[in-house]
C-alpha cells in the first residue's frame, strides 16, 4: 500500500476511507493526535510519541480503547502493508460520536491511525522564516470547528447541574457563555460585550440589540467584570434557539431577578420576532 487509513479496525487506503459524520472531530475537532517519523519501518521514539498521546488524552479527558502496548503492537503490524519504510505516522483519538451536542457523548472515543510516505529532513539546506504575532485562542470571533474549550466547558456546566458556563478572561472580564452570548441589564440598561476578537458576534445577540433599540431600552456595548454581573438588575443569555434567557444563579448564588419588566417586554418581543420570521 502506498498509504495506510485505519478507523477503529478497518484500514485501507487513506483516501478510500471514509469517517462517520457523526465522529466529534467532524464536529468539534473534540480529539488529540500525536505523530512521528518513521524509517525503514522502524517507528523513531515510538514509546515517547505514544506517551505523550496518552498524557494528551489524559488531559481532555479522553479514554483511548487500547493500551500503549496494544497500540504499539497495532502500529507494527499495520505498517508491514506499506510500500515504504520511510513514513510519517499518525495517530488520532476522537471522544467517539454522537449526534452534535457540546457535553460528552456516551460513547467509546475513536481510534485513527495514518501511514504516509515521508523523508527525514537532514538540516543541510536553511530555512527561511516569517514573524507573525501569536494570536493562537483569541479567535473566538470566528465560528471555527475547534470547539475543545467550549466542549469542555459545557460538560463542566453539565457536571454541576447547570446549563451554561460563563466564560471569563484574567482581570475578570465577562466574555461568553460556552455556546451563548451573555448580557447583563443594569438600571435599565442593557450592556453586552463588545464584538471584538473575544466573542462571537451571535445573530441571537443582534437580534436582542435591535429589540432593545426598538423598544427604547439603551445599549452599552462595553466589557463588563464578573463584579458588574453578579450585581446586574438581569443577567441574560442568548443563542439561535433561546431568543432571550436569563439566569438566576450563577456558581449557586442567586443574580438577577430585579427587573421583570425589561426581562418580559424583551423576551416577548424577541420570540414574537423569531415566530413570526419563521412562517
Ligand atoms: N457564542 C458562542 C461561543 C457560540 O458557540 C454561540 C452559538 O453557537 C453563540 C455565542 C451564539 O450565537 P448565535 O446567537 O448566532 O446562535
Known amino acids: 500500500m502506498k498509504t495506510l487509513g485505519y478507523y477503529n479496525g478497518r484500514f485501507?487506503?487513506?483516501?478510500?476511507?471514509?469517517?462517520?459524520?457523526?465522529?466529534?472531530a467532524c464536529w468539534f475537532g473534540d480529539g488529540v493526535y500525536d505523530a512521528g517519523l518513521?524509517?525503514?519501518?522502524?517507528?523513531?521514539?515510538?514509546?515517547e510519541h505514544i506517551d505523550r498521546f496518552f498524557r494528551s488524552a489524559d488531559l481532555m479527558e479522553?479514554?483511548?480503547?487500547?493500551?500503549?502496548?496494544?497500540?504499539h503492537d497495532l502500529l507494527y503490524s499495520l505498517i508491514?502493508?506499506?510500500?515504504?519504510?520511510?513514513?510519517?505516522?499518525?495517530?488520532?483519538?476522537?471522544?467517539?460520536?454522537?449526534?452534535?451536542?457540546?457535553v460528552f457523548p456516551d460513547s467509546p472515543a475513536n481510534l485513527w491511525i495514518t501511514f504516509?510516505?515521508?523523508?527525514?529532513v537532514d538540516g543541510s539546506v536553511p530555512v527561511k522564516m516569517i514573524i507573525l504575532e501569536d494570536t493562537r485562542f483569541f479567535h473566538c470571533n470566528i465560528k471555527t470547528l475547534n470547539l475543545i474549550p467550549s466542549v469542555i466547558a459545557s460538560q463542566r456546566a453539565r457536571e454541576a447541574g447547570c446549563g451554561e458556563a460563563v466564560l471569563y478572561r484574567p482581570g475578570g472580564r465577562?466574555?461568553?457563555?460556552?455556546?451563548?452570548?451573555?448580557?447583563?441589564?443594569?438600571?435599565?440598561?442593557?450592556?453586552?460585550?463588545?464584538?471584538d476578537n473575544l466573542i462571537?458576534?451571535?445573530?441571537?445577540?443582534?437580534h436582542l440589540i435591535r429589540a432593545c433599540r426598538a423598544l427604547n431600552i439603551p445599549v452599552r456595548e462595553e466589557p463588563f467584570s464578573l463584579d458588574l454581573m453578579f450585581s446586574a438588575d438581569?443577567?441574560?443569555?442568548?443563542?439561535?434557539?433561546?431568543?432571550?434567557?436569563?439566569?438566576?444563579?450563577?456558581?449557586?448564588?442567586?443574580?438577577?431577578?430585579?427587573?421583570?419588566?425589561?426581562f418580559r417586554r424583551l423576551r416577548e418581543y424577541l420570540i414574537n420576532e423569531y415566530i413570526s420570521d419563521g412562517r
Not at 504516509?116 to 527525514?120: D, G, I, S, V
Open 12 to 24: 485501507a487506503e487513506i483516501e478510500e476511507m471514509t469517517i462517520p459524520m457523526t465522529d466529534r
Open 38 to 47: 518513521s524509517l525503514d519501518y522502524h517507528m523513531v521514539f515510538l514509546d
Open 62 to 71: 479522553i479514554q483511548i480503547p487500547v493500551s500503549k502496548k496494544e497500540l
Open 80 to 102: 508491514r502493508h506499506l510500500d515504504t519504510g520511510d513514513l510519517m505516522y499518525y495517530i488520532q483519538v476522537t471522544r467517539g460520536s454522537g449526534i452534535r451536542n457540546h
Open 116 to 120: 504516509k510516505p515521508a523523508e527525514l
Open 174 to 195: 465577562v466574555t461568553e457563555g460556552s455556546h451563548s452570548n451573555i448580557h447583563i441589564l443594569k438600571s435599565g440598561e442593557l450592556q453586552t460585550a463588545p464584538a
Open 200 to 206: 462571537l458576534p451571535g445573530i441571537a445577540r443582534a
Open 234 to 262: 438581569e443577567v441574560l443569555m442568548t443563542m439561535s434557539s433561546h431568543p432571550c434567557c436569563r439566569a438566576d444563579t450563577i456558581d449557586g448564588k442567586p443574580v438577577g431577578k430585579k427587573d421583570d419588566d425589561t
